[in-house]
């Protein structure tokens, strides 16, 4: 039998028994509209939501924008830096 990619995901949390966060970190080069930009058509957020998440960023000076996977998340990192955003990899604090 095969799996899928969100099954195979799913047994590779429940092994490890980690989720991980893709973190987006505030950067004085970057323009809140375009990072909302990014968070819509990358994430595919609501606007509202791309709004409320770059505003996390822009004022707590990050926001956690994915969770799941290391690789997952590390793949989500790669494409924030060719938009030119700074994020990072952590463990995610949720459960």
Known sequence: MSQTLEETDLIELTVHGRLWATIVWNDP??????????????????????HKRMLHVHHDGRAVVATGSREEMERHVVVMHEYGLWATVAPSDEP
């Open 29 to 50: 080069v970057n323009l809140m509209n375009y990072v909302s930009f990014v968070f819509r058509s990358y994430f595919g957020f609501t606007q509202s939501e791309a």
